[in-house]
């Protein structure tokens, strides 16, 4: 079964681990036949949601009444079928340019449009080594896919790697790409 896979980054360094580990995921999706989309938040300065319940009240397809940013991402939740996302840690949880992206989401919620996605994925990274600094960043994506009844396919966590592109120098970058293959 051929997929619409939007994967979803949250890290700004470009060419950095998170980024290196979404482009791994790529290559397997794509070798598979899946169409994927990546969406790069921390590239896109989309703002906190305002909580107005003014979503797609000016017409047509724009999602939010105050952020033209997060315009162009509406879309893709509603048309792509799965989403992943790929993301360093911060503070136990996801960066805010990514967090960011994902609270608007409400607006397809107030403007009654549909969701698209039905399943996702989490992969990330920090620099961390224990368990308890990855338990805030799987239980947010838990419990977002529980809210939005998406099938969880799983998370795939890479402790103990903080400095730039050091990813590399892992056997992580092929076994993400592996789970591209198979999603």
Known sequence: MSRKILVMTGSARRGGNSDLMADAFIR???EAG?????????????????YCDTCYSLGGDRAC????????LAP????????????????????????????????LMVGKRPFGI??????????????????GL?????????????????????KGVNDYAAVKETEHLEKIEELGRRI
Not at 87 to 99: G, H, N, R
Not at 118 to 135: H, N, P, Q, R, T
Request: glycine share 6%; with cysteine; charged share 30%.
């Open 65 to 72: 009444t105050h952020d033209q940013e997060f315009n162009e």
């Open 118 to 135: 039905k399943e996702s994925m989490l992969i990330a990274v920090g620099a961390g080594k224990e368990d308890f600094k990855y338990e």
């Open 138 to 158: 799987i239980k947010s994506y838990e419990l977002t896919a529980r809210d939005r009844k998406w099938k969880d396919l799983g998370h795939y966590i890479v």
């Open 28 to 30: 397997g999706a794509e």
């Open 34 to 50: 899946h169409e994927v989309i990546k969406y790069e938040a921390a590239a896109h300065p989309i703002k906190g949601c305002l």
């Open 76 to 107: 893709l939740y509603e048309s792509c079928d799965t989403i992943v996302y790929v993301t360093s840690v911060f503070w136990f949880t996801f960066p805010a340019q990514l967090k960011a992206a994902m609270d608007k989401m409400y607006a």
